[in-house]
């Protein structure tokens, strides 16, 4: 079984420019997950979507986005790049449940610097 | 809002034992999570807790404590290929879905 594949693996943008990363979840997992990873905050949520639908969303500006196509693949976009935007941006699919021992299972990241 | 504490690094010997300390504050636990990241590399799975005691799989055990807001991952037998980053991840039932919060994480090196 093929695990989270996210693309591209590594993206170099200027400031004011916008980026769209893609995830393609493991087979038969419906949500999906973003998260942003620095040095210095960890992992930070972004957003989950569920069918197509954004089931939650953490504390970060309109310019994040995202969505869930049919297929459960994810997209998510940033618009109007800053610095402070340059981060491991993490995707993870789940089988869809909303409790208990629910893992996430990780892909391997888009690497973004923005210059 | 929740609060997750780790220590930011550790060192270890091989072969010995280390034991990674995490406290959470929050009002809607829903369960605790260990999560490995070698550098370069995806999280993956390690354990989960929901209610209090010990889980063991392996070399790698998770103890919860809810009423103290902590839990610890213990490594035995300690590998070079142990030295990864070791996340500690809170769900909170209030939020819905499947978000999980994360600590910082550990940095543990392993040494000869």
């Known amino acids: 079984k093929a695990g989270v594949t996210q693309t591209p693996r590594y993206l170099i943008k200027t400031r004011g420019q916008q980026v769209t990363l893609s995830c393609s979840p493991i087979?038969?997992?419906?949500?999906v997950s973003w998260y942003q990873q620095t040095p210095g905050q960890g992992l930070q949520f972004l957003f989950e979507?569920?069918?197509?639908?954004?089931?939650n969303k953490g504390n970060f500006p309109g310019r994040f986005s995202g969505r869930q196509f049919s297929n459960s693949r994810s997209e998510m976009n940033v618009s109007t790049l800053e610095l402070g935007d340059s981060a491991l941006y993490l995707c993870a699919s789940s089988l869809g449940g909303s409790g208990g021992n629910e893992k996430l299972f990780f892909g391997s990241g888009t690497q973004l610097s923005v210059l | 809002g929740q609060n997750i504490d780790q220590p930011t690094e550790m060192t270890a010997t091989e072969g010995a034992i280390v034991q990674i300390n995490c406290t959470y504050q929050t009002s809607g636990f829903n369960g605790l999570f260990w999560y490995q990241q070698h550098a370069g590399e995806a999280p993956t799975f390690l354990s989960y807790?929901?209610?209090?005691g010990l889980e063991e799989k392996g070399r790698f055990s998770s103890f919860l404590s809810r009423s103290k807001g902590y839990s610890y991952l213990l490594l035995k037998e300690l590998q070079m290929k142990d030295s990864a980053s070791y996340l500690c991840a809170v769900r909170d039932i209030r939020g819905g879905g499947n978000k999980l919060t994360f600590g910082t994480g550990t940095q543990l090196k392993v040494e000869l």
């Open positions: 979507y569920f069918s197509e639908t954004q089931r």
């Open positions: 087979s038969g997992h419906r949500s």
């Open positions: 807790n929901v209610l209090d």
